[in-house]
């Protein structure tokens, strides 16, 4: 089967750098997906990794080690308007090609 | 242009009654999915179509029956409403069903249900 696995809620300080942990477990991996969700608003898409290492697309960066089933999203330079859930999803192609989210971190970013 | 577009927004409705939520997107995707995002926030698939075909049903109970007349549609049609239904209805879309790098999904607004 699939679990996904990451904090609840964290709390950071605007201007700061934060670490967003996920760890999965999944039989047929073929790729891991950040999404961002703020409150009341669709899920949009933030970075995808498939080989091990760091991907950066500006202040967002985000890790993947497939040996240890684990991923983190590294957001930097934090803004008030990055206060908003994030969604780590892994892709599964056992059985075909099907897309499984964790329950999303809520980060609250403080003046 | 919106991309994936979802109506209602908001639907509002006594048990029982028989519900119909519509999903189009403009992007030119193959793949169409639909996902319920319950309380807890858990974003959890419950269909997925390719070029208007089945791919995906996950244990959905058979009061949810997605259709797909074209491959820019998918539209939901809920019977005999229940309060767990009670939920976000999401619908995406994405370039195809493959495992291609990214294929990432775009998401529609949501369809807030809530049955009375």
């Known amino acids: 089967g699939q679990n996904i696995d990451q904090p609840t809620e964290m709390t950071a300080t605007e201007g700061a750098i934060v670490q967003i942990n996920c760890t999965y477990q999944?039989?047929?991996?073929?790729?891991l997906f950040w999404y961002q969700q703020h409150a009341g608003e669709a899920p949009t898409f933030l970075s995808y990794?498939?080989?091990?290492g760091l991907e950066e697309k500006g202040r967002f960066s985000s890790f993947l080690s497939r040996s240890k089933g684990y991923s983190y999203l590294l957001l930097k330079e934090l803004q008030m308007k990055d206060s908003a859930s994030y969604l780590c999803a892994v892709r599964d192609r056992t059985g075909g090609f099907k897309t499984i989210f964790g329950a999303g971190t809520r980060l609250f970013v403080k003046a | 242009d919106t991309a994936v577009s979802q109506t209602p927004k908001y639907l509002v409705t006594q048990m029982g009654n028989d519900k119909s939520i519509k999903c189009e997107q403009n992007l030119g995707h193959d793949t169409m999915y639909w996902y319920k995002q319950d309380s807890k926030k858990f974003l959890k698939i419950m269909f997925s179509y390719n070029n208007k075909e089945l791919i995906i049903n996950e244990t959905v109970p058979n009061r949810f029956s997605p259709k797909s007349p074209d491959k820019a549609h998918l539209n939901l049609h809920i019977n005999s409403l229940e309060l767990g239904d009670s939920a976000v209805y999401f619908c995406?879309?994405?370039?195809?069903?493959?495992?291609?790098?990214?294929?990432?999904?775009?998401f529609g607004p949501g369809t807030r249900l809530t049955v009375l």
């Open positions: 999944t039989s047929g991996f073929n790729g």
């Open positions: 995406a879309s994405s370039q195809d069903d493959t495992g291609y790098p990214g294929n990432e999904q775009f």
């Open positions: 990794n498939v080989l091990d």
